[in-house]
């Protein structure tokens, strides 16, 4: 009997490994970018149906609501909706899709909540855009657990950072220290720091 019950115990692993691994290979595919999209419909359309693609929402430039549902993304004139909020909570956006970012000019906020495959070289890049170091000025992070201190540190050349939210990230290990950087880079700062 004892057989018998490690034996479907060891099945069902095979079956959750083979599902968890499937769901990532589909995330992979969401997340790919397309230049030639990008360049036919603009970087604010290419960048909202990406990020609609892996679950996050979109709030744009002069509307009030969010975004959340691919299949009723505003239409119009190319270039008419242009992207000013991102909320990527438990959305499936990897590094492998911030090149949709690369032209986007009006991006004001970012929450990046729960999201598993938000790492530090996702926030390095979104550091390292030129754009949005000029246009973000609201940034959470929360509950991503592959976020380290290195990752949190890449913010401050978000320069126009006013309200930094952190909590939850296990990975961030000398966190007195990331606080005091980002303060010493950033002045103004309004930094909200709930990392125990």
């Not at 968890?20 to 790919?32: D, E, T």
């Not at 970018?33 to 744009?60: M, N, Q, T």
């Not at 549902?69 to 959305?91: C, E, H, M, W």
Request: aromatic share 8%.
């Amino acid at each position: 009997m004892n057989l018998l019950v490690k034996g479907v115990q060891s099945a069902l692993k095979q079956r959750e490994i083979s599902r968890r691994h499937f769901w990532g290979w589909l995330n992979a595919v969401f997340n790919k970018v397309d230049y030639e999209r990008i360049k036919a419909v603009g970087p604010d359309r290419a960048a909202s149906e990406w990020l609609l693609r892996c679950g996050a929402k979109v709030r744009f430039l002069g509307l009030d609501h969010w975004h959340g549902d691919y299949n009723v993304l505003p239409t119009g004139p190319l270039g008419r909706f242009k992207i000013q909020a991102i909320d990527a909570t438990d959305s499936c956006i990897m590094y492998r899709g911030f090149d949709h970012l690369e032209g986007l000019q009006h991006v004001e906020e970012v929450k990046l909540r729960k999201c598993i495959y938000i790492e530090d070289a996702c926030l390095e890049r979104l550091g390292s855009l030129e754009n949005l170091q000029e246009s973000v000025f609201i940034m959470e992070v929360v509950s991503c657990g592959n976020v380290t201190d290195k990752g949190v540190i890449a913010l401050h050349k978000l320069r126009n950072l006013e309200y930094l939210f952190l909590s939850d990230l296990p990975g961030v290990k000398d966190k007195q220290t990331t606080v005091e950087r980002l303060k010493t880079a950033l002045p103004r700062l309004d930094l909200h720091v709930d990392l125990d």
